[in-house]
């Protein structure tokens, strides 16, 4: 998938306010349910800020083994760059530290039925203290059975 250059650029020009729709009036804890009804069926997103705020760093329906290079749905700076995660797909998300088609290092998953995780800052990575905010830097997707599940932080 492409990457949306044009809204990261009216978010750069707008601030965060965006793109909070002028209808709602929601509180913030309620932002990543408005991205989850919006976002694509079969697709994950990663964003630049918690609670899906940001602009979305990118979207998937298919895997990025680096999210730091220059191919795929997630480039450049948008690896260590997440705080938030959204999987609307039909199975899990493993998100990994590292990067590579070994598909190696700490990981977390995000499983079809949690929707997403709004803060991940005080989430960390299997086998280690490594943070997942600002640290994801490649994801699969992956059944449930071949990821266990993360206790996410809330
Ligand atoms: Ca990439």
Sequence with gaps: M??????????????????????????????????????????????????????????????DSDWGNSSGPFQGTDTNKASSILNKGSIAVKFFNGTGQDWGGGYVCLSKNELYASNIADDYFTG???????NISSHKWVTNNRCSPTSWAT
């Design 2 to 63: 492409r990457k949306i250059p044009a809204a990261l650029s009216a978010l750069a020009l707008g601030g965060l306010g965006a793109l909070v729709p002028a209808t709602s009036a929601q509180a913030d804890n309620w932002a990543c349910n408005d991205n989850y009804t919006a976002a694509a069926y079969g697709y994950m997103y990663a964003y630049n800020d918690i609670e899906c705020h940001g602009g979305a760093l990118g979207y998937s329906k298919s895997w």
């Design 128 to 134: 280690g203290n490594i943070q997942v905010t600002d």
